[in-house]
């Protein structure tokens, strides 16, 4: 697998980097397109291709160091859960920022769980076409569909941002957390001070990609219309980096095709979130 970036060997020791990506291409559970497992490679691939100068921070995070870890393989749900656990508790024990790149989004669980016991106290931000919230989907406690309902057993405090698809039984579970459903992000222009306001000091971020709308990242297993553009996420991302302190955060679900577009955004939407964090940092 390429390293992200396809950095100069100085920025990606392990030793020097102050950011860590593990890759994890897992894709058990999918219920519709499957092949999220190639979407890490897909996305350091589509990285090599960054300009490494964020224009809009006037940064190069790169200066940071980015280390690519070996990615994390494992045979069931069970065991990926506990090795992305490990990897990342490892890499955070190392003072390491660590960025997960899925494969399905039950990946996330594992390096919240590493996160929440690194950082007491820690909330998660979710943004995400759909809720995640089942109990169980086809009897499986470890489905993609039922991710967030694992992570809140393990960080109850969360807020999920871009939701416009759920099943009944998720109702009650969705009325749970704080919730900014992409309707209401499109109809009102204060909805990211709400988000600011739910979150605690330290926070954790998923990205499921299907929070974009498809016309902008139609490559994911279950793509969901009326969904979120480049620089609504990017704005909100933004401004949590500039209120909250982002401890970790995930991307997931990029499932790849013969369209190279939105591996790119993927792999630029990794590059932006961190110099969004290291803005300070990277000199």
């Known amino acids: 697998m390429h390293n992200f970036g396809a950095l100069p060997d100085r920025y990606t020791e392990f030793i020097k980097s102050r950011i860590a990506v593990l890759p994890v291409p897992f894709d058990l559970t999918s219920t519709w397109i499957r092949g999220t497992d190639r979407g890490p490679a897909a996305m350091m691939e589509a990285s090599e291709h960054l300009e490494l100068f964020d224009r809009e921070t006037r940064s190069e995070v790169y200066r940071c160091g980015i280390f690519t870890d070996e990615p994390v393989k494992a045979a069931d749900s069970e065991s990926m859960i506990e090795a992305v656990y490990q990897r990342v508790r490892y890499l955070i024990n190392k003072h390491k920022f660590v960025v997960t790149v899925g494969g399905e989004h039950t ?49 109850p405090r969360i807020t999920a941002v871009g939701v416009r698809s759920m099943d009944s039984s998720e109702l009650s579970a969705v009325e749970s957390v704080h919730t900014f459903p992409a309707r209401l992000i499109n109809r009102k222009g204060n909805w990211q001070n709400g988000v600011i306001r739910s979150l605690g000091r330290d926070v954790y971020i998923t990205i499921d990609l299907d929070v974009f709308d498809p016309a902008f990242m139609p490559s994911t297993g279950t793509p969901e219309p009326g969904g979120l553009d480049w620089y609504v996420v990017t704005g909100l991302l933004k401004k949590v980096s500039k209120k909250k302190t982002i401890r970790g955060f995930d991307v997931v679900e990029l499932c790849p095709s013969s369209n190279k577009a939105p591996d790119f955004l993927a792999a630029k939407l990794v590059y932006k979130l961190l110099s969004y964090v290291f803005r300070k940092e990277d000199s």
């Open 107 to 155: 990946v996330s669980v594992g390096s919240v769980k590493a996160h929440s016991e690194a950082y007491p106290g820690l909330c998660v931000l979710q943004l995400d076409a759909h809720s995640d919230m089942r109990d169980s989907y086809q009897g499986d406690l470890l489905s993609h569909a039922c991710t967030m309902a694992r992570i809140r057993e393990i960080v």
